[in-house]
T-cell receptor, first 113, second 116 residues
């Protein structure tokens, strides 16, 4: 099946620093999405990207849909303690019966106050 | 707006026992998904419903897992009999169902299953 390679696996940063994480695949995706998951909760959608080359911001978060449609990155500027969590990239592509969302393994972000 | 509801939040069973999870999606959401999330991994789709019909169950281990959404609203996922490797968080998600926003899924808090 389709696989997403997400890196880094984990990050420890100081409060106020910028963060960058990315996701690559050997397959093409129609849509790239970034989710955040906190302990004991389900993933929450942060940003959705629908066109190759698209650059979208949501507050301090910025994400881009790669031109090749096989990669995406997420940047967080001026990190704060509440940014702590696991960030997942996800790609939407045709599946067995409909469009299917495939998730990466996540980037665990820790912010040191 | 109420979010996706799931119950129970936690369940511990012995291997070979049966277990069932319940999900109530966001009102008006036509598409419902069940995911399995093993510790340290991203969620993996098990089954997708559009209203009360199955759209994709290609990754559902059908020898032991079953799911239904009889009235096109809430859904149950059952495991019978459970194996040790079924220990995971089972997440339910829903979306409006329009093709363009199938990726915009809203997740419930999940049910953490431990099989001993």
């Amino acid at each position: 099946g389709q696989q997403l390679n997400q890196s880094p696996q984990s990050m420890f940063i100081q409060e106020g620093e910028d963060v960058s994480m990315n996701c690559t695949s050997s397959s093409i995706f129609n849509t790239w999405l970034w989710y955040k998951q906190e302990p004991g909760e389900g993933p929450v959608l942060l940003i959705a990207l629908y066109k190759a080359g698209e650059l979208t911001s949501n507050g301090r978060l910025t994400a881009q849909f790669g031109i090749t449609r096989k990669d995406s990155f997420l940047n967080i500027s001026a990190s704060i303690p509440s940014d702590v969590g696991i960030y997942f990239c996800a790609g939407l592509a045709p599946g067995a019966g409909s469009y299917q969302l495939t998730f990466g393994k996540g980037t665990k972000l820790s912010v040191i106050p | 707006e109420a979010g996706v509801a799931q119950s129970p939040r936690y369940k511990i069973i012995e291997k070979r026992q049966s277990v069932a999870f319940w999900c109530n999606p966001i009102s008006g959401h036509a598409t419902l998904y069940w995911y399995q999330q093993i510790l340290g991994q991203g969620p993996k789709l098990l089954i997708q419903f559009q209203n009360n019909g199955v759209v994709d169950d290609s990754q559902l281990p059908k020898d032991r897992f079953s799911a239904e959404r009889l009235k096109g609203v809430d859904s149950t996922l059952k495991i019978q009999p459970a194996k040790l490797e079924d220990s995971a968080v089972y997440l339910c998600a829903s979306s409006l169902g329009a093709l363009v926003d199938l990726g915009e899924q809203y997740f419930g808090p999940g049910t953490r299953l431990t099989v001993t």
